[in-house]
């Protein structure tokens, strides 16, 4: 089952349980603790009073009362005290006793918040790494819908060597949308990006015939001093020419996709995306659950997408599939198209995908860190 990572309010999730970061007498405090509890209602506290307690890193249930979730989980993280005293393995076993009582409960999902993070003063950094690491161990063998909500975006963290990195990868490549729309922003389905690269990088004059003929000659640079009507007629050739440039790039892309025979491409269709999926998920020797899991795709949306040779999912399910298939930039391309996508540099999750595969990390965990910190749809479902 897939794991989230959302901002917002814990207290308001449709999921079976909600998990609060409490204090050791479970009779209410500050922050998520004092939400959870005004928001449940007075009953909470009352069956709180009879559970004594809970000790640092165990965990403990209670109904949710007028809380959208039917339980809430107590647990009681570690305070920080330099990391030497076992801050660690105690908020290990917050998270992993939590998901034990959820389980045992037959949830099929639970929201935590990120525990000890606030006021306990745990480094939000590693205190993310050890809530991801930690789910993940236990998504590796249960099916569970995890949600991880970060209720002050602000404060989420996560290494800031890979962020660095990253966000120079980004500032690079990312073009925001701002050109046109052949601009360096797209991998044209099926057409030949270095044709299309190198339309783009000559400044360019004449007519769309000599353009396509080959025989386009250079823009001439006009000197400042140059007379005001001399640089106007330089400003007109300009304008047009970037037209023309314009319509060559389009004519390369869609000279390069349009069939010539329209009957005979019918019937010589590419195999689906959900054909091409399931074979390459054959090829590479993986079982369905591996695969889908990997992908941080739910159970029930991988036995629509078996089930349905037409299925057209979204780009987001087919991104998560080609990392969990560890496919390259090309492949991923040309898995992409059998779904009727193609990476986008002016699209910021697209070029964030595209750091992680062109440098071989196929971590969804990671992944879906960066995109929730740039504000991006998270992968998988």
């Given at each position: 089952?897939?794991?989230?990572?959302?901002?917002?309010?814990?207290?308001?999730?449709?999921?079976?349980?909600?998990v609060?970061a409490?204090?050791?007498?479970?009779?209410g405090?500050?922050?998520?603790?004092?939400?959870?509890?005004?928001?449940?209602?007075?009953?909470?506290?009352?069956?709180?009073?009879?559970?004594?307690?809970?000790?640092?890193?165990?965990?403990?249930?209670?109904?949710?009362?007028?809380?959208?979730?039917k339980?809430?989980?107590h647990?009681?993280?570690?305070?920080?005290?330099?990391?030497?005293?076992g801050?660690?393995?105690?908020?290990?076993?917050?998270?992993?006793?939590?998901?034990?009582?959820?389980?045992?409960?037959?949830?099929?999902?639970?929201?935590?918040?990120?525990?000890?993070?606030?006021?306990?003063?745990?480094?939000?950094?590693?205190?993310?790494?050890?809530?991801?690491?930690?789910?993940?161990?236990?998504?590796?063998?249960?099916?569970?819908?995890?949600?991880?909500?970060?209720?002050d975006?602000?404060?989420?963290?996560?290494?800031?060597?890979?962020?660095?990195d990253l966000?120079?990868?980004?500032?690079?490549?990312?073009?925001?949308?701002?050109?046109?729309?052949?601009?360096?922003?797209?991998?044209?389905?099926?057409?030949?990006?270095?044709?299309?690269?190198?339309?783009?990088?000559?400044?360019?004059?004449?007519?769309?015939e000599?353009?396509?003929?080959?025989?386009?000659?250079?823009?001439?640079?006009?000197?400042?001093?140059?007379?005001?009507?001399?640089?106007?007629?330089f400003?007109?050739?300009?304008?047009?020419?970037?037209?023309?440039?314009?319509?060559?790039?389009?004519?390369?892309?869609?000279?390069?996709?349009?069939?010539?025979?329209?009957?005979?491409?019918?019937?010589?269709?590419?195999?689906?995306?959900?054909r091409a999926?399931?074979?390459?998920?054959?090829?590479?020797?993986?079982?369905?659950?591996?695969?889908?899991?990997?992908?941080?795709?739910?159970?029930?949306?991988?036995?629509k997408?078996?089930?349905?040779?037409?299925?057209?999912?979204?780009?987001?399910t087919?991104?998560?599939?080609?990392?969990?298939?560890?496919l390259?930039?090309?492949?991923?391309?040309?898995?992409?198209?059998?779904?009727?996508?193609?990476?986008?540099?002016?699209?910021k999750?697209?070029?964030?995908?595209?750091?992680?595969?062109?440098h071989?990390?196929?971590?969804?965990?990671?992944?879906?860190?960066?995109?929730?910190?740039?504000?991006?749809?998270?992968?998988?479902?």
């Open positions: 089952m897939p794991f989230h990572i959302v901002s917002g309010d814990i207290t308001k999730l449709q999921v079976d349980a909600i609060n409490a204090n050791s007498s479970l009779l405090g500050g922050g998520v603790d004092g939400a959870i509890h005004r928001a449940a209602g007075p009953r909470l506290l009352e069956e709180c009073r009879g559970l004594h307690g809970c000790r640092t890193g165990e965990a403990k249930v209670t109904l949710g009362y007028d809380l959208p979730a339980y809430v989980i647990t009681v993280g570690p305070v920080w005290q330099g990391g030497g005293h801050e660690e393995e105690l908020l290990r076993s917050a998270y992993r006793n939590s998901l034990l009582l959820a389980l045992e409960k037959h949830c099929e999902s639970v929201a935590f918040p990120m525990i000890s993070a606030g006021v306990y003063g745990y480094p939000k950094e590693q205190a993310l790494q050890v809530a991801v690491s930690t789910i993940r161990a236990f998504l590796e063998e249960n099916d569970m819908d995890v949600t991880l909500v970060i209720f975006k602000s404060s989420f963290r996560i290494d800031r060597e890979l962020f660095s966000s120079g990868f980004v500032d690079r490549m990312y073009d925001g949308g701002s050109g046109h729309p052949m601009g360096g922003a797209m991998y044209c389905a099926g057409a030949a990006p270095m044709q299309a690269e190198a339309a783009r990088s000559m400044p360019m004059q004449g007519t769309l000599e353009a396509k003929s080959g025989r386009m000659g250079m823009a001439a640079d006009v000197p400042q001093e140059a007379p005001k009507k001399e640089r106007r007629g400003l007109h050739r300009a304008k047009k020419e970037s037209a023309a440039r314009m319509a060559v790039e389009m004519e390369v892309c869609e000279d390069s996709i349009a069939p010539h025979d329209l009957e005979a491409e019918l019937r010589n269709l590419d195999e689906s995306f959900s999926l399931l074979r390459m998920i054959d090829d590479r020797g993986m079982k369905d659950s591996e695969c889908y899991k990997k992908a941080n795709i739910d159970r029930k949306l991988f036995s997408i078996r089930s349905d040779v037409n299925y057209r999912p979204s780009k987001q087919v991104l998560a599939f080609a990392v969990a298939l560890e390259d930039l090309s492949e991923t391309q040309a898995f992409l198209q059998k779904a009727g996508f193609a990476l986008s540099r002016s699209s999750a697209d070029v964030i995908v595209e750091y992680f595969i062109s071989g990390n196929y971590d969804m965990y990671s992944i879906n860190q960066v995109l929730f910190a740039y504000d991006q749809n998270l992968l998988g479902a």
